[in-house]
Each structure stands twice: as C-alpha cells, then as structure tokens.
C-alpha cells in the first residue's frame, strides 16, 4: 500500500458560532493567498477550526494582523493511492504503540486519498515513531 | 474555479473511546471491502464515526453481519480545483442564505480537492438549493416540519 506520512504544523483558532464566521475566515485566507492542505471546522462550544497551511509564517503573519490568537499543534497527514483498507496500516500502527487517536479526517478522490491525524500532544513524539517518521 | 458539489448518504456510528477500537472498525470494513469517498473519526463524549461509502448497500449489510448499529444523514461531498477558493465561494453561498455550517473537512488529495460539508438536518434543503442542487425527492421526509 503506496503511501507518506508527514508531521506538520498545524494551527488551531476558536471562533464565533455564527452564520458567515468560516466564510469570512476562508475569505481572508484567500484575500492574503494562503494556501491550506487541509481545513477543518467543528462546531464544538464555539467553532474550532484547524488548518495545515503550506506556509505557516504566512498564516501567522495573517493572523496577527487580523488580530486572531492561532495557537499550533502538531499534526500527521497521509498521501497515498486509494484503495479498500487505505487507512488500516496507519492506524493499526499507533493501535499497537497504544495511541488512542483523537480525530481522523480522510477524504479520496481520482484514486488518491489524504487523511489527518491527530493525537494528543503528549503521544505526538512516541506517534511519529510509531509511523517510522520519529 | 471548477468544482462539483454532490449531496450523499454518509453513515454514522458512535464507538467506545479507547485505543485500538478504530483500527479494528476499520480492519472490519477493509474485509467486508467497502471503498469510501470519506471517513471521519471524531472524540466527543465516545468516539463518532462517520463513514461516506461509495456503495451503501455493501456498508449496510456489513453493519448488519456485525451488529453494528449505523444511523444515516445527507452530507455534501464537493470535488475540485483551488481548494481555498473554491470553500470560501461555498461558505459564501451558504452564509448569505442564512444557514450555519456544521462541520468541514477539506483537504488536497493528489493535486486536486475534496471537501464534505455537514448541516443540521432542518437546513439540508436550504443548504442544498444555496449550493446550486436540487433536494431528491426521496429525501423529503428531511424537510423540517413547521
């Protein structure tokens, strides 16, 4: 099963739960060119929203600028070519390093996927390891 | 900016918060052979799973051989190019009609986008019609009673 783990940087902001917030967000982000691998927003007490941009000094520079509090987080994101089971290896690997996973997004399109993972902060070293990027 | 915006069935299941039960649901669907446009796993009070199959008939009787108890929702999957711009537009669209967002995952596979955005049941066909789709028929019984 073809595929590559990475640990990158992503940041994290909560904003208001409100009609129009994820549209006004995207659209700043768009307005300064930052270009994201992944977006995701979860209406949680608030909205919690976690981008992996391409560049993050951009989105930092960004948010000081709209005045908006990122804070960081360290994250794992899978390429690879989509199959039944795509998502199997990777999470059978911190199954067996005893990770708990705390939250998985994957999505497949034109015979790829990409998938999110993300664990609590004090299992992201022993989870590299486990993926064999450690 | 070129994309297209489906309206889907995704499966949802609420599993036991602990290490290894994701590997082993998704070791399930691996041998059961269910190929998916989407799946999500999110901690909130139990461990939700959301699974957007590409066919749901397979995931089905798979759940029913299990045991599983699977609930179903409609949910938008959205495919494309320029990620960034093609969300905002969307956002756009669907803020100006009024209605939240519940949920986005969106993320670049392999050169291009997808994205699956979620809504409260009583704005699917708001959110829909926002979107440029029209609400299927057998999906009338979502609309929301006044």
């Given at each position: 099963m073809a595929y590559r783990v990475r640990q990158m940087a992503a940041v994290t902001l909560q904003v208001e739960d409100r009609i129009g917030m994820l549209?006004?967000?995207?659209?700043?982000?768009?307005?300064?060119?930052?270009?994201?691998?992944?977006?995701?927003?979860?209406?949680?007490?608030?909205?919690?929203?976690l981008g992996i941009p391409e560049d993050i000094e951009t989105a930092r520079k960004l948010a000081a600028q709209e005045g908006v509090s990122l804070t960081q987080r360290e994250v794992f994101y899978v390429e690879g070519d989509d199959e039944v089971g795509a998502l199997c290896e990777i999470t059978d690997k911190l199954s067996s390093?005893?990770?708990?996973?705390?939250?998985?997004?994957?999505?497949?399109?034109?015979?790829k996927y990409a998938a999110i993972y993300t664990v609590a902060a004090e299992d992201v070293e022993r989870a590299a390891e486990a993926l064999d990027i450690g | 900016m070129e994309y297209t915006i489906r309206q889907v069935t995704a499966m949802i299941m609420q599993v036991e918060d602990k290490v290894g039960v994701l590997a082993r649901v998704l070791e399930v669907l691996r041998q059961g052979g269910v190929d998916m446009v989407a799946f999500a796993s999110q901690r909130r009070r139990g461990t939700a799973l959301m699974a957007i199959p590409n066919d749901l008939n397979t995931l089905r009787e798979l759940?029913?051989?299990?045991?599983?108890?699977?609930?179903?929702?409609?949910?938008?999957?959205?495919?494309?190019?320029?990620?960034?711009?093609?969300?905002?537009?969307?956002?756009?669209?669907?803020?100006?009609?009024?209605?939240?967002?519940?949920?986005?995952?969106?993320?670049?596979?392999?050169?291009?986008?997808?994205?699956?955005?979620?809504?409260?049941?009583?704005?699917?066909?708001?959110?829909?019609?926002?979107?440029?789709?029209?609400?299927?028929?057998?999906?009338?019984?979502?609309?929301?009673a006044d």
């Open positions: 549209s006004q967000v995207l659209h700043a982000l768009r307005s300064a060119r930052v270009n994201m691998l992944a977006v995701v927003s979860r209406r949680k007490g608030g909205t919690a929203l390093a005893r990770i708990n996973i705390e939250d998985v997004y994957a999505l497949a399109t034109d015979g | 759940a029913s051989d299990h045991g599983m108890s699977l609930s179903e929702r409609q949910v938008f999957v959205v495919q494309g190019e320029d990620g960034v711009a093609a969300l905002s537009e969307i956002a756009k669209r669907v803020a100006e009609a009024g209605i939240n967002i519940e949920d986005v995952a969106a993320m670049s596979v392999g050169g291009t986008y997808a994205a699956v955005f979620t809504f409260a049941d009583a704005d699917l066909m708001a959110a829909a019609e926002a979107m440029g789709l029209e609400w299927p028929d057998e999906f009338w019984s979502s609309e929301p």
